[in-house]
Every structure is written in structure tokens, then in C-alpha cells.
């Protein structure tokens, strides 16, 4: 049942939704200033891989805020300039409130707002997804650009994604509009160096000693503990100890590496 939040406990409820996010994180604020608190947790997020997506509106940011922002490796920025709604949810839990993500508004203002667990009121957070993924399709992309390097090529391609297979053997689906190198298709299937934005890049966790590896469903292991098993007789049958995508201890196998959480909320994405 959704419960009621006075200011403090609202700032709270953001606070635990930012640290408790397993895959993504989705912040939507009119206006943006961020608290040292918020801004150390949103960094704690990134340098857990976490996809954060941020909506902001009525204005451009100052540069102070930028320069924050630049700092999350892992950040998708969105402009919308009619925005006036403010919601910030991960994978279980939300929240909609009357709170800017503002330093002003979480110490002078008197704000209220609602949580909402994604297991109990299923269909009110589904609702307000899906209404929010209508903000963004009318948002401009902000993004600030950051790239890494990464050696592999490209075999496919499928509604605006390329099917990118790395030289590690992991392969992912991975947006054009991310891909900053030229490159042909078809592929003449040599590996090269692609550069690509990182927060178009997935990554998870080795089944086996839970070691951050590219994900991909296919290939849970990290390369370590591939060779190792590989001097094991049927190791196929084994059961392993994390999900590949989350990282949660779970009795995981090859062919089936994520928790049924993870598996339920990608089998149709």
C-alpha cells in the first residue's frame, strides 16, 4: 500500500531508493541543486555501474551543477522544458512528491509526497513508468558525452542497435547514436577499437566469484574462472553462487545465470 511522506521523510525515501538501486536509477526534477549527500550517493551509485537517467526542466543547469554531473560516469541527462513533475524510482521502490531534487526545497520548504513498492502496488508503479517514459520520448538528450575504448566488431544490426560482439567473447546490443567510431557494414569480421559511450555499455557479475565482467547471458563468467572450470569434467551442471546481472548470491548455472528478479524484468526489455 502507498504510504504518505512528510519533507524529512521524503528526502529520506530518496536518499534509500538511490542507494538501494541494483541496475538503474531514475531521478526526474524540474529543478537541480544538488546536496552533498545526494551528490555522494549518486557517485556511490556510478562506481557500482548503476544506469542513472535524469530528467530535468525550466531551465538549463548552471555550470557548478555540470561540473557535478560530469563527475557520474554512468549518466544519461534529459531536458524537458515543460516538466513540473518530480519522481525518483529504482527497480523496487518510488516515489512521487512535491520535493526538488533542490538543496533549497529539502531545508526551507514544506513538501509531502507518496512511496510506492513496486511488489505491492504493481500496477500504480507500472502506471507511472509508463507515463514517464512518455516524458522522455519528449525530453532532449543531454547527455554529456564520456567514452571508453573498447576491441570487438560489430555482426548485426536491429532497430537502431548494433549487435556488438567483444574481443572478450561477451556480446551486447549496444545503440548507434553510443557508437563514436566510423566503421562499414557488413563487417569484414576483424576486431578493432571502438570507442563508445560508457553508459551505453553493461555491465554484471561473474557467477562463479561475483568479479565485474561484461554482461552478457550467454557468457557469466569472467575470464579467470572460464579457464579454470574449463579443466572440470560437465561443469555445464554446476551450480554457481551470484546472478549474473546483479550480483545478489543466488544458486545460478550457465544456463540460467540471473535471479528470477533480474529474469523477470528482462525477458521482455
Not at 557535478?68 to 512521487?96: G, P, S
Not at 547514436?177 to 554484471?204: H, R
Not at 554446476?238 to 528482462?266: A, D, M, V
Request: charged residues 30%; hydrophobic residues 30%.
Amino acid at each position: 500500500m502507498a504510504k504518505f511522506l512528510t519533507t524529512l521523510e521524503t528526502s529520506a525515501r530518496i536518499e534509500k531508493i538511490i542507494k538501494e538501486a541494483k541496475i538503474e536509477l531514475t531521478l526526474i526534477t524540474p529543478y537541480l541543486k544538488l546536496t552533498k549527500i545526494f551528490l555522494n550517493r549518486l557517485k556511490e551509485a556510478d562506481s557500482r555501474n548503476i544506469k542513472i537517467r535524469l530528467i530535468y526542466g525550466k531551465e538549463e543547469l548552471k555550470p557548478e551543477e555540470m561540473d557535478h554531473l560530469k563527475e557520474l560516469d554512468n549518466l544519461q541527462l534529459y531536458f524537458c522544458e515543460d516538466l513540473h513533475a518530480k519522481c525518483y524510482f529504482n527497480e523496487e521502490l518510488m516515489v512521487i512528491t512535491s520535493l526538488n531534487l533542490h538543496e533549497y526545497s529539502q531545508s526551507h520548504n514544506r513538501e509531502m509526497g507518496v512511496s510506492i513498492k513496486r511488489e505491492v502496488d504493481g500496477v500504480l508503479y507500472s502506471d507511472a513508468v509508463k507515463e514517464i517514459d512518455s516524458i522522455l520520448k519528449s525530453s532532449i538528450n543531454k547527455t554529456i558525452k564520456k567514452t571508453v575504448s573498447l576491441r570487438g566488431r560489430i555482426t548485426g544490426y536491429y532497430e537502431g542497435k548494433a549487435y556488438f560482439e567483444f574481443a572478450t567473447g561477451q556480446n551486447q546490443w549496444i545503440p548507434e547514436s553510443a557508437i563514436c567510431s566510423q566503421y562499414e557494414f557488413p563487417p569484414d569480421y576483424e576486431m578493432q577499437d571502438f570507442e563508445i559511450e560508457t553508459w551505453a555499455i553493461k555491465y554484471g557479475f561473474c557467477i562463479n566469484c561475483s568479479n565485474e565482467i561484461l554482461l552478457c547471458y550467454d557468457r557469466p563468467l569472467c575470464k579467470g574462472c572460464y579457464y579454470q572450470l574449463g579443466m572440470e569434467e560437465d561443469y555445464g551442471g554446476k551450480e554457481f553462487k551470484y546472478c549474473h546481472r546483479c550480483g545478489t548470491n543466488y544458486s545460478s548455472f550457465l544456463g540460467k545465470p540471473f535471479c528470477q528478479e533480474c529474469w523477470q524484468e528482462t525477458r521482455y526489455s
